[in-house]
């Protein structure tokens, strides 16, 4: 072992990209990984995106007999193994356990009766040899153990199989046309945003968490991690930089940005959650993007951010009526951060003049187009709005 592990920067561990599918613990034992009692530590529906996976392991108390071993509770170890596991599973089509390990780092040891959380990034997924990173931590985020090159494969010959609930077998997203004009974007799940959440964040971003109600809080904190994502991605993927020295609000403003970690520039940046998603996008211009659960209360007052004529677009419209009301809904939205206006001035100087399923067309001011994209992830509609040119102050 190395004295000093790599870089590990914890907003990568405070929450997954992608839509999260989750597994109970009991499920997990009972079809994907049959182990005994003992070993049954992973205590909380795991999530799993085709970014790697996140667990709540529980260490078990120590039995008579039993010391405490130098690098750690082995059970815990062998959880995060099982989340690799279930992950290789559903992404991968193979039962996949370990069969090596490239470098360990204990940085303190895991204690039996104790909680941790593991991630797993999947490195390179070249079968039948998988290869992993897993990083454990404790509830607040202070790294124990970091395990690089962890090799996985099939050991059965071929005898197990994961069972077809588990198989992931689309991975390309039907909504990849709404970020085409962006030159980054990420979708995360406000559930898997972890505890220790934030402990990544930059000194401004927490002076002004600092005033928010515990509900304002994490709405905040996934905005705050998805667009520090966007920084990563928009800098070359960079997986060393800090997450503290990432910061996503403009001085003096509550507007996001994402830098580019080296200093070198910034990027223009839009962030949207609701009750289960948060959106973030990145363009060199003006853009923004809203996220919205489709609900038919949409339909109770349409006056109130319809024209007449965008309530007969609405009537005359051959999508569902709640999608297309709330399209119009959302439009305005994403019109209002890319061009930092109220709502209301959204409502007033936005006019839709065309519904699509994924594309509509509007006017500002009745004088300059622009166009909106969609998708949806089950009940949640997402709209981006990127061909918008002039500044606010032209428009008046």
């Given at each position: 072992?190395d004295?000093?592990p ?7 561990a405070?929450?997954?990209e ?10 997990i034992?009972a079809?994907?990984v049959?182990?005994?009692?003992a070993?049954?530590n ?6 799993l995106?085709q970014e ?10 120590l039995?008579?007999g039993?010391?405490?071993q130098?690098l ?20 991968m ?7 090596g390990?490239e ?8 204690r ?6 593991a ?13 992993f990173?897993i990083?454990?931590?404790d509830?607040?985020?202070r790294?124990?153990?970091?395990l690089i090159g962890?090799?996985m494969?099939?050991v059965s ?14 991975l ?5 046309h709404l ?14 945003i ?11 971003e ?5 005033a928010m ?6 709405g ?12 990563r991605?928009?800098?070359g ?10 910061s996503?609000l ?7 940005f ?11 940046c839009s962030?949207s959650?609701?009750?289960?998603f948060?959106v973030?996008v ?14 038919a209360?949409?339909?109770?007052a349409p006056h109130?951010?319809?024209s007449?004529r ?5 009537k005359?419209?051959k999508?569902?009526q ?8 959302s439009?305005?939205e994403?019109v ?12 007033e100087?936005?006019?839709v003049?065309e ?8 006017r500002?001011?009745?004088e300059?187009?622009c166009?909106?994209?969609?998708g ?13 040119v002039?500044?606010a102050n032209?428009?008046?």
């Open positions: 072992m004295e000093e790599p870089a590990c920067p914890l907003d990568l405070a929450a997954l992608g839509c999260s599918f989750q597994v109970t613990p009991d499920r034992y079809e994907l049959p182990f005994g009692a070993y049954r992973i205590v909380e529906p795991i999530h995106t790697g996976a996140l667990a709540a392991l529980q260490a078990p108390q039995v008579d039993q010391t405490t130098p750690g509770a082995p059970f815990v170890l062998d959880a995060a193994f099982h989340a690799a596991c279930v992950w290789s599973q559903r992404y089509g193979v039962v996949a356990f370990p069969v390990i470098q360990r780092f204990v940085l303190r040891p895991t039996t009766g104790e909680p941790y959380i991630r797993i990034f999947p490195k390179a997924t070249d079968q039948p040899l998988l290869h990173d990083w454990i931590m509830p607040d985020g790294l124990c153990e970091v962890v090799q494969r099939d010959g071929g005898r197990l199989q994961p069972p077809d609930w588990i198989r992931c077998t689309e390309k997203s039907v909504n990849d970020f085409a004009d962006c030159a980054a974007a990420t979708i995360m799940e406000r559930s898997t972890m505890p220790f959440a934030g402990t990544c964040l930059s000194d401004r927490r002076e002004r968490m600092g109600g515990e509900r304002r809080r994490n905040y904190l996934a905005a705050r991690l998805a667009c520090k994502r966007l920084a991605k928009l800098s993927n960079d997986d060393l930089t800090s997450p503290r020295d990432i996503t403009d001085e003096g403003s509550v507007r996001p994402c830098p580019v970690t080296d200093g070198s520039g910034r990027y223009e962030v959650h609701d009750s289960r948060v973030a990145a363009a060199s211009s003006p853009l923004g993007v809203d996220v919205e659960r489709l609900s209360r949409i339909l109770k109130l951010f319809m007449e965008e309530q007969e677009l609405l005359q419209s999508l569902d709640v999608r297309a009301a709330m399209q119009i809904w439009i305005k994403a209002a951060k890319a061009l930092n206006i109220s709502l209301a001035d959204a409502w100087q936005t006019e003049v519904i699509g399923g994924e594309e509509s067309h509007c500002l001011r009745g300059v187009p166009l909106a994209f969609h949806q992830i089950e009940d949640h509609l997402i709209t981006v709005m990127t061909t918008l002039p500044p032209q428009l008046k």
